[in-house]
Structures are given as C-alpha cells and as structure tokens.
DNA sequence: TGAAATGTTGGGGCG
DNA sequence: ACGCCCCAACATTTC
C-alpha cells in the first residue's frame, strides 16, 4: 500500500517550472496530480467561454507534461478530495493559492476539513510577486493608489522569491478511480466559435515561455512608446499564459530584470505592478466586482438601453475604432490594452451604460479573463475604483484613433469595410464627404454603421451624469 | 494611461 | 518703422 501519496491540486498554476507547492510535493514521496473543475462554488463567476476553451488545450499541455497522468474531476473539491484521500491514503493535499473571494473561502474550509482528517493541507505561493497581507501602509491598512502602493508597498520590500527549477524527479501516481478524460470536462464550446481562436494563439507552458523569450529579445526594447500602438505587437500578449499559470509572475519578473535597466524595462515591471495591485484590491476589497469602491457612484444615473449594449458587443457602434476593439475580442479572444481603454470608456461614458455589462461581456469573451484584473480595470475606466482615471477623462475614439493607429492598420485589419478609407476620415466616416464615402465603397447604414451616438453630445451628457451624483 | 476650452506668444501681412 | 490684426503653435485650465 502506497503510504506516501501527496496530491498536488492544479488550479491556476498549469506549469512544472518553478511551482512551489508542486516542488514541495515533490519531495514528500508520490504525487497524484489532479485537476477539478468546479463551477459549483463559483457562482456568476464560473469560467467564461473564452477561458474554457484555453484551459482545454492547457490542460492537454499539462497533462502531457505529466506522461498523461493527470487526473481530471469535475463537481466540489472538498468531497472529491475527501474521497480520494479514503481510497488512496493520501498523507496531504498541497496547491498554490488563489485570490478569488469564492475560492478563498471554498480554501479554508477544505483545510479545516483535510486537517480534521489528519490530512496534511499545504498553501503556497505561486501566482504573486507579493502576498496581499505583506504590502500594507505603516499604519496596517491597505495601499489604494497604485503608485506608493508598487513603489514603496512592493519595490522597497523583500525582493520576489526566484524562481524554482523544474522538480528533477516527479514519481507520478494515478488515481485509479477515475475515469474522466480532459475532454468529459466538455470545456470546448458546442458551437464552432472557438476555431477562429485558434490561429492566434499556442497554448501551454512551453509556449508561455517561447513568448517571453521572443517578447524580451525583440520588443522589450521599444515597449514604453510601442505598447501604446495596437496595430504593433509591442506587448507581451503574457496575460492569458499568466492567468492560468502556464508562467509565473517570478519568472517574468527576473527573466526581464536580467536585462539593461531602462525606461522600458521598468515600464513593462510596473505593469506586472498593475497585476499585483488589482489582486491586492480583491483580497483587500472582496466586493470589488459588484461594488463601487467609491460609494457615490452608488446613486450614478446610468441608462438601461439593450440595443446600443448589442450593438457594443458586436463591435457595430459606428466608431471604427470602438469597433475593432470589440471585434479583436471577439475574433481572437484578447484585446489590446489601449483599446480596453476606449471601448471601456465609450461604454461607460458615451453609452452611460453601468460597468458591470462590459465586465460581464469581457469575463465571456477574454482569453485573460481574471476576476482581479477585470473588476479592478472597470472600475478604473469606470472612474469609481480606489484609484481611478477620473471621471471627466472622456477618451475620444476618434482622436485616439488618429494618434494611436495613424496609419489604421489596425482598425482595417478588424473593420475590413473600411479598407479604402482615407486616413483623414477612417475614424469619422460620417464627416466625410458623400464623395469619399462612395470612393471607398462605403454607405453608413449598410455596409458600415452609423454613429450610435453624438460623440460631442454624449461627452456632455456624461460630464452633467458626473455632476448630478452627490 | 484625455479632451476641449481658454490663454499666451510671436511671426508675418498690411496699412 | 510701427501698430494692428490674424492665426498658428504652444501652454494652461477646466471639465
């Protein structure tokens, strides 16, 4: 009889190299590899689309990694736990934390019940650079501007652990009992929606860190002003890898570090920064993805209107370059930051539409989906977090079009109608004279919309929304 | 990690 | 030569 069997519970940390509890599981004997999917105790925020069919294919990555022995589950972890412990005598269940407020719950509660048991149940840190409860002010309360939060919150602190090395031994235990195969997790969805996905994107954890060596090798050096330009691939395009742990915010972190310090450099550090700091807001504020942390956006008039919202998802407000945004999403299941931005605050502003529709319909449609990330992102556009862009920071789709993809190869590259469109009026169509339109092949109204609103009159509309909130 | 409105400055055309 | 006007370019402030 095995006596030694320890289970290392894979949740947001698909990869070998430097996992802790992983390593640590290592050196205890046996380890049964698990992964549960459990959309029991997420409540509304189970996986969304986009992310089962990423966790798909990283699953397949992982398990082949492990020579095929990961077992797959699928229901509550603390009965799939407590029945694998009676028929496996297993000496202890370790996994990497994670900081959804659900899980963190679910958490403690299955420790308590492992522990009941006589069932060692170990935490680790895998996915942050800092702990939550490590970066707090002098006075023991959480940071909530990001900028002493990072600078004297993280970078005067204890320097991030480095990372691990892949565990050199791995003595892999079945679960016999099981049966499931990564594909009963019926994580792809029914429709083929998710075959246009796939062009873009090589999904596991040997892929994560290909990416990151290209990404430092080539574009690291231009990141600060490159990253600004959607049509470039100036930006790591990590977040998805990062989300579900195929690489670890350490690894990251150092293999940049190794580099000359530069502007660059420290730019992109500052947004892992960024990541850290939302998951500060989320343990620190569990209310984050429903709540305004600034109260007084409790009473903000925000109008109900179905149709622009559709109109929105589609990527059809008549704003090209709302419109690429929201067809990139949908097409290749990411967005570029800077266009998070603008359809972010066309949503919200233009729209006066509440924040909670483009957090619903980002955690769906996003490769990256992340509870921290996104809620701490709406609330930021949104102009109601700790420390947001404030609220009168109306973005013009339009300037930001002209400034940001001057040539428009971006916006035509997503708004395939508007390929012949001067660039003098690629992001305001409807100025343009009857003449050019017809030139480019372009009616608004049938083949390209028109506005869905008056940028000029709807800026106003949301400054005097602003004013009216007490 | 804004944009628009308003203010200031300085060069050139012109009487 | 000079003052005046216009306006672009830039700076500041306001939302």
Redesign the pocket.
């Known amino acids: 009889m095995n006596k030694n069997i320890v289970i290392h519970w894979f949740r947001q940390d698909l990869r070998l190299y430097d996992n802790p509890s992983l390593t640590e599981a290592a050196q205890q004997g046996a380890i049964l590899p698990i992964y549960i999917l459990d959309d029991d105790n997420a409540g509304e925020h189970k996986l969304g689309g986009a992310s089962r069919w990423w966790l798909h294919y990283s699953l397949l990555a992982l398990n082949k990694s492990l020579k095929g022995k990961l077992s797959v589950y699928i229901g509550d972890p603390e009965k799939i736990l407590i029945d694998l412990a009676e028929e496996n005598n297993i000496e202890g269940v370790y996994w990497n934390r994670c900081y959804e407020p659900w899980r963190i719950g679910r958490d403690k509660k299955i420790k308590k019940v492992l522990e009941a048991q006589n069932i060692k149940a170990k935490s680790f840190n895998g996915s942050l650079l800092w702990e939550p409860w490590d970066v707090l002010k002098k006075d023991g309360t959480p940071y909530k501007v990001?900028t002493p939060y990072y600078r004297k919150g993280c970078l005067s602190a204890i320097a991030p652990r480095t990372p691990l090395a892949e565990p050199k031994y791995l003595n892999l235990y079945d679960g016999h009992s099981n049966k499931l195969t990564i594909v009963d997790l019926k994580l792809l969805p029914a429709i083929n929606w998710n075959k246009q996905l796939e062009p873009h994107w090589d999904i596991g954890e040997m892929s994560a860190q290909y990416k990151l060596e290209k990404f430092i090798y080539n574009r690291l050096e231009n990141y600060k002003r490159g990253r600004d330009f959607p049509a470039l691939s100036s930006v790591s395009r990590l977040s998805p890898h990062l989300h579900f742990g195929e690489i670890s915010p350490n690894q990251v972190w150092y293999a940049v570090k190794l580099n000359k310090e530069t502007d660059d450099l420290d730019h992109f550090l500052s947004?892992m920064g960024?990541r850290e700091f939302s998951h500060s807001l989320l343990y620190h504020f569990p209310e984050l993805p429903r709540n305004n942390l600034q109260t007084k956006f409790d009473n903000f008039p925000w109008l109900q209107n179905t149709k622009h919202l559709r109109c929105w998802q589609r990527g059809e407000t008549g704003h090209p370059l709302v419109d690429a945004g929201m067809r990139e999403l949908w097409q290749t299941g990411y967005m570029h930051?800077?266009v998070r931005?603008v359809v972010g605050s066309f949503l919200v502003k233009n729209l006066l539409l509440h924040w909670h529709h483009g957090e619903k319909w980002f955690w769906d449609c996003l490769l990256d989906a992340n509870l921290a990330n996104n809620s701490a992102g709406w609330q930021w556009i949104a102009g109601c977090g700790a420390d947001a862009?404030p609220y009168?920071?109306?973005?013009?789709p339009c300037?930001?079009g002209q400034?940001f993809d001057p040539d428009g190869e971006y916006t035509k590259r997503f708004v395939p109608e508007l390929k012949e469109m001067p660039s003098k009026y690629l992001f305001n169509p409807w100025e343009a004279p009857d003449k050019i339109l017809q030139n480019a092949g372009v009616t608004l109204g049938e083949n390209y919309p028109a506005p869905i609103v008056n940028?000029?009159l709807s800026?106003v509309r949301a400054?005097d929304a602003f004013k009216s909130m007490k």
Do not use: D, G, S, V
């Open positions: 990001f947004e960024w930051n800077r931005m862009a009168f920071r109306i973005f013009n300037t930001q400034k940028l000029k800026r400054l």
